[in-house]
């Protein structure tokens, strides 16, 4: 049974272009959440996702940051226009049952923009 | 605002002792805590986790306690191991919003 897998594991952009950080659930997991990790802090929530909806975005920048779970395919964090200060690790999560409950993690994103 | 905070940053402990890493709270309405460990490059690893109808909960050599009373958490991890090395965080659920808040974290050092 394959744990939460992101990818890329590493991405690189350079100021005003985009990043689109991909998470796919464990199997048989419908919940999927973000949080974002500054070096040396623990994590921050962004947003928490079931399939096609978003139930809690209130971790969410207002500008620039998107989320969303398709029916069909991973969950996409989308970061436009990055600027240096989005550099950090992007941590998904995944739970068999909602509620914040026994949030299983992935290896995260790097994000570094140059 | 945040409400869960760590009391040590870093904690260092000799292979074979025991290791206690402490955790404060502040939202007496919190009802579920779980603890996680974090590898440097890794994401976080799922240790355990506690609701707060219970005071105790073990797993393979590892216990957290949970005193509501002064809202302190604790997680004690047995004959500490060098792979016990990590970052850990404790995490509270706001179920004021839902949202798993974590703490600052405790790195542990494993010394052989």
């Known amino acids: 049974n394959a744990g939460v897998m992101q990818n890329p594991r590493h991405l690189v952009r350079r100021r005003g272009q985009e990043a689109r950080l991909r998470c796919s659930p464990m199997k048989g997991h419908s919940h999927v959440y973000w949080y974002r990790q500054l070096p040396e802090e623990g994590l921050k929530f962004m947003v928490y996702l079931q399939k096609e909806n978003i139930i809690d975005e209130s971790g969410m920048p207002k500008e620039r940051f998107s989320a969303e779970f398709p029916k069909e395919g991973p969950s996409i964090l989308r970061i436009q226009q990055v600027v240096r200060g989005d550099s950090a690790a992007y941590f998904c999560?995944?739970?068999?049952?909602?509620?914040?409950?026994?949030?299983?993690f992935g290896s995260g994103t790097q994000l570094s923009v140059l | 605002g945040e409400s869960v905070g760590l009391h040590l940053p870093t904690l260092s402990v000799q292979e074979g002792d025991n290791s206690i890493i402490n955790c404060a709270y502040s939202n007496s309405a919190s009802d579920y805590f779980i603890w996680y460990k974090q590898e440097s490059g890794k994401g976080p690893q799922f240790i355990i986790d506690i609701r707060s109808n219970m005071d105790k909960r073990q797993g393979q050599r590892v216990t957290v306690l949970l005193n509501k009373t002064v809202k302190h958490l604790s997680l004690q991890i047995a004959a500490t191991q060098p792979g016990d090395s990590a970052v850990y965080f404790c995490a509270e659920k706001d179920n004021q919003g839902g949202k798993l808040i974590f703490g600052q974290g405790t790195e542990l050092s494993v010394k052989p």
């Open positions: 999560a995944s739970s068999p049952s909602g509620a914040y409950e026994k949030l299983f």
